[in-house]
């Protein structure tokens, strides 16, 4: 969970959000300083938040800087497709109405991206998920257990 977009938040919290990667947390923490959670110095700034929702790593350190923080933010890229259990079913979907996400730096999930079902935490387990990609082919995608591309092919 996120540190929070407004409102009072506790250096605890920050810690804990870089450490636990969530902000509420119940592990205690001592020795907390601003400055180690602000320079890299606790763990590394997840950088793939937008520059406005992390700290910059400058002097003078404000704690305001973390609004919205999320440590293990993975960006997400949407698609229009079919889930279903093997490629011949997920094929055979007439209309692709289901919006998937996956993390790759494409508009369609490749080998070794991780596909999910919603915006970056419930990922696509051992699942075929067909689409129409950029060449207007229908395609599809197989996962592992783990949510990972392992395999694709062409529909039909």
């Not at 990667?21 to 907390?32: G, M, P, R, T």
């Not at 440590?71 to 011949?88: E, K, Q, R």
């Not at 055979?92 to 079902?117: A, C, K, Q, R």
């Amino acid at each position: 969970m996120a540190v929070p977009s407004s409102g009072a938040i506790s250096l605890l919290g920050i810690k804990r959000e870089l450490s636990d990667d969530n902000y509420s947390s119940s592990n205690s923490h001592s020795n907390i300083s601003l400055k180690g959670c602000s320079d890299g110095t606790v763990d590394n700034i997840n950088l793939n938040n937008s520059s406005s929702d992390r700290p910059d790593g400058n002097a003078p350190h404000n704690m305001s800087e973390f609004y919205a923080y999320d440590h293990d933010f993975v960006p997400v890229t949407s698609f229009t497709g079919a889930i279903d259990d093997g490629p011949n079913d997920a094929c055979s979907i007439e209309e692709f109405t289901t919006t998937i996400y996956h993390n790759g730096s494409g508009n369609f999930p490749g080998l070794n991206d991780i596909v999910y079902s919603d915006t970056g935490t419930t990922t696509v387990n051992s699942k075929s998920i067909a689409f129409i990609n950029g060449s207007e082919n229908r395609v599809y995608v197989n996962t592992s257990s783990s949510g990972v591309v392992n395999s694709s092919g062409n529909c039909r």
